[in-house]
């Protein structure tokens, strides 16, 4: 069954094999949670599980920086992806990073899981009061831009007008919840 969990031990042996795909195909897209996520795994996890736990609280975060919750995406005990649920945004996410970023380890690509994980995702978002949440990404993410799409068709929102920002576009999705 796919879901939605917060980091947790129990997933450690498949996020490591994660990591190691992350490391090989690195992405020009790779959000900051996974770049956590390698970073932990070249230390030791239990800072990371600490960190993420501090950032759901707003605790010690960095200044323009918001609150925000870390899920993994699993299924039948294995990790699939990480989804990153900001509690509210700043100007600056409003025009680029948004509600949620996600990421999905490589070789679950092009399997439907990504655009199942944001539809979990937006339900997490309903939960913390978030009526409407952006999504956003680089206009050359055409994957992304895809599944953006695919899940605004699906549960209703807008396609914004595009951020254009030190030469790169961003798109930019409001998703119902």
């Not at 956590?36 to 950032?55: G, L, T």
């Not at 655009?115 to 994957?143: D, P």
């Amino acid at each position: 069954m796919l879901q939605l969990v917060k980091p947790n031990r129990e997933y450690l042996p498949s996020v490591l094999e994660a990591i190691e795909e992350y490391k090989m195909l690195p992405s020009r897209f790779a959000i900051s949670a996974v770049k956590q996520m390698v970073k932990a795994s070249e230390n030791n996890f239990i800072d990371y599980f600490m960190a993420v736990e501090k950032a759901e609280l707003g605790i010690g975060i960095k200044l323009g920086y918001v609150p925000d919750t870390i899920y993994w995406l699993v299924e039948d005990g294995k990790y699939i992806g990480t989804f990153d649920l900001r509690h509210r945004l700043t100007s600056s996410l409003k025009e680029i990073g948004g509600h949620i970023a996600y990421q999905i380890r490589p070789s679950k690509l092009r399997k439907g899981y990504c655009s199942k994980g944001l539809e979990l995702c937006l339900e997490k978002a309903r939960e913390i009061g978030i009526k409407q949440a952006l999504v956003t990404c680089n206009a050359q993410n055409i994957a992304s831009y895809g599944v953006m799409c695919k899940v605004m068709n699906k549960v209703g929102g807008y396609e914004d007008e595009p951020i254009q920002k030190d030469d790169l576009t961003e798109k930019r999705v409001w998703l119902n919840t």
